[in-house]
């Protein structure tokens, strides 16, 4: 199970795909967790979760969560599968609880009340790739999977 959870290819474009949506969620995640780029920190977004949006608490700690730990996971392409599926998930309830209502497209001219989807589509189709592909190249997951496959036990008995 766990050689599965780290296999992967040695693939620089699996790397690049896996370290800039590791990138612009880690960003987000800082936002949320730390206040960092401007972002409300964690006490504020909790506030605007549970207040505004009436996501449940223990929800909201997750979504936290899964994007600053899941965009660091993929930064360091450590778990990438797991951190892939927290964002998964938190795209999912992103779009059912709050982008749908305002369609699909982003908000480029502010004539919407809300932003639209289509961002989040395109972070679940990344996922789903490195859920599928794993980590790629320059990852933890290909260093822990390499070194798993190449140990052998030692029969001897000292």
Sequence with gaps: MLR????????????????????????????????????PGFSGTMGMFTGYLHIPAPLAFLAIAAEFFGGLGLILGFLTRIAAFGIAVN???????????????????????????????????VTAFLMIRGAGAFSLDRVIATASHTAQPSLAHS
């Design 4 to 39: 599965k959870l780290f296999a992967t290819e040695d693939s620089a474009v699996t790397a690049l795909l896996r370290f800039v949506l590791g990138v612009v969620f880690f960003a987000h995640g800082a936002q949320k967790m730390l206040g960092w780029f401007g972002g």
């Design 91 to 125: 795209m999912v309830v992103a779009v059912v609880m709050v982008h749908s209502s305002n369609g699909f497209f982003m908000n480029w001219t502010g004539t919407q009340k809300g932003e639209g989807f289509e961002y989040h589509l395109l972070a679940l189709a």
